[in-house]
C-alpha cells in the first residue's frame, strides 16, 4: 500500500471534517481552498527554481542599472550627500535654458576669410580659379587632336527616353547619398579625371566628364556662358572651408556650438560634403561670380535649372526644401546623378534625399 502524500493526507482529514455537520462544511471549504492552492503552489515553485532565479535576477539587474538614470536611490532632504552622489547644494542647480538661433538675425560675418561683396566665393570664403567653359571644351578639342580618344573620362549616357520603367538602386555610384546625416561611405571610391584647360587643370570624377562637357558644349551654342569652380575637394580643402566660418562667427561672439550651426547651413562638415567624392561641382558666369542666391535670376542660373538635367546633373539644394536637404537654397550648385534619375527628379520636384528614400 503506497503512503499518502501531505496534501492527500490534508485533504482527507478535512474532508472527513466537514461531513460531520453543514456547520462544520462551511468552515472546512474555505481551509481547504487555502490548502490546496498552498500546496500546488509550493509544488510549482519546486518545479521551476531555475526560470524563478534567471527572472529574480533579471528584476535585480535592472533595478542597480537604472538606478545611473533615475534617482531612485537619492536621498531624503536634509540628509546631505547620499546613495546617489547628489548634495544639496547640487540639488538646487539649475541648467541654463537652451536658445534656438534665429538665422535671419545673424548676417554672414565679413572679415578675414570672407571677401568683400561681388566677389566670388564671398559665401565660402575663399577665392579659386575659375575655368571658364570656351576654356574647357578648346582644351578637349586640342586633347582630342593630339590623343584621338576624346576629353579624359567615361563614356557618356544615354539620352533621357523612356525612363519612367527604369530600376534605380541605392547602390548605383551615381545615387550614391552624402549629406548632414550620410558620410561619405568607408568604402567608396573616388575615380578622379582631369578637366584641362589652356592654363591649367581641375578635378572631378572621371565618369561623368563626358555629360558636363556635353552640358558646356550646349550651353556654348545657346549662347550661354559658364564658368567651373570647386568641382572635386580634398579632405583639407574641405575643413578650410569650414573652418573658415566657424572662426568668423565665433569672432562675433558666438559660441562654439552657435558658430558649428550656422556654419553648417552653408558648408557641409568635412567627411560629409559631395565635392570630396567628385560627383558635385559649382557653377558661375562672368557677370556674376559671387555664389548668393542671385545668380539664380542670371541667364546662366536659369538655363542651368531649366537644362542640366537632360546631361544627368540636378540642382541639388533647391528653393523650398531647405527642410529637407538641410541647406539653404544654392542655385549654383549641381550634382550628377545620372540622365535617368537627373530626369525622373526634374519631373516630380524631387530631392536627391527624397529620390533617395524611395529606392530599395
Not at 524563478?52 to 533595478?63: E, G, I, K
Amino acid at each position: 500500500m503506497s503512503r499518502l502524500s501531505l496534501e492527500e493526507r490534508f485533504r482527507k482529514k478535512l474532508t472527513k471534517v466537514g461531513k460531520k455537520n453543514r456547520f462544520c462544511r462551511y468552515l472546512v471549504i474555505p481551509v481547504l481552498a487555502g490548502g490546496l492552492f498552498f500546496f500546488h503552489g509550493a509544488a510549482y515553485l519546486r518545479g521551476n527554481v531555475k526560470r524563478l532565479a534567471m527572472v529574480a535576477m533579471t528584476a535585480l539587474l535592472f533595478v542597480v542599472y537604472s538606478s545611473f538614470s533615475f534617482p531612485i536611490f537619492s536621498p531624503d532632504p536634509g540628509q546631505g550627500e547620499g546613495l546617489s552622489g547628489i548634495s544639496e547644494e547640487a540639488e538646487d542647480i539649475v541648467l541654463a535654458k537652451e536658445v534656438e538661433i534665429d538665422l535671419d538675425d545673424i548676417s554672414l560675418p565679413e572679415g578675414e576669410g570672407f571677401p568683400e561683396d561681388g566677389e566670388y566665393l564671398e559665401t565660402h570664403g575663399d577665392i579659386v580659379e575659375l575655368y571658364s567653359a570656351s576654356e574647357i571644351l578648346e582644351a578637349a578639342e586640342d586633347w582630342e587632336a593630339r590623343n584621338g580618344d576624346g576629353a579624359e573620362g567615361g563614356e557618356a549616357a544615354p539620352e533621357p527616353e523612356d525612363v519612367g520603367d527604369m530600376d534605380f538602386s541605392r547602390e548605383d555610384w551615381r545615387l550614391v547619398l552624402v549629406n548632414k546625416q550620410h558620410s561619405i561611405p568607408d568604402d567608396y571610391v573616388v575615380m578622379l579625371g582631369t578637366i584641362r584647360t589652356l592654363k591649367g587643370k581641375q578635378y572631378i570624377d572621371e565618369r561623368i566628364i563626358d555629360d558636363l562637357l556635353a552640358m558646356l558644349r550646349a550651353a556654348e551654342d545657346e549662347d550661354v556662358e559658364l564658368q567651373i569652380c570647386s568641382p572635386y575637394r580634398t579632405q583639407e580643402y574641405q575643413k578650410k572651408l569650414f573652418n573658415n566660418h566657424m572662426k568668423a562667427y565665433m569672432k562675433k561672439g558666438l559660441s562654439y556650438m552657435e558658430a558649428f550651426q550656422l556654419s553648417s547651413v552653408a558648408v557641409n562638415v568635412p567627411g560629409y560634403s559631395e565635392h570630396q567624392i567628385g560627383l558635385a561641382l559649382d557653377i558661375v558666369t562672368p557677370t556674376h561670380q559671387s555664389l548668393t542666391e542671385s545668380f539664380a535670376d542670371t541667364d546662366a542660373g536659369v538655363w542651368l535649372a531649366e537644362n542640366c538635367y537632360k546631361y544627368g546633373f540636378i540642382l541639388r539644394y533647391p528653393k523650398g526644401k531647405e527642410y529637407i536637404t538641410g541647406i539653404e537654397f544654392e542655385p549654383w550648385h549641381f550634382r550628377y546623378v545620372g540622365v535617368e534619375a537627373a530626369t525622373v527628379m526634374t519631373e516630380q520636384g524631387m530631392t536627391l534625399e527624397e529620390f533617395w528614400e524611395e529606392l530599395e
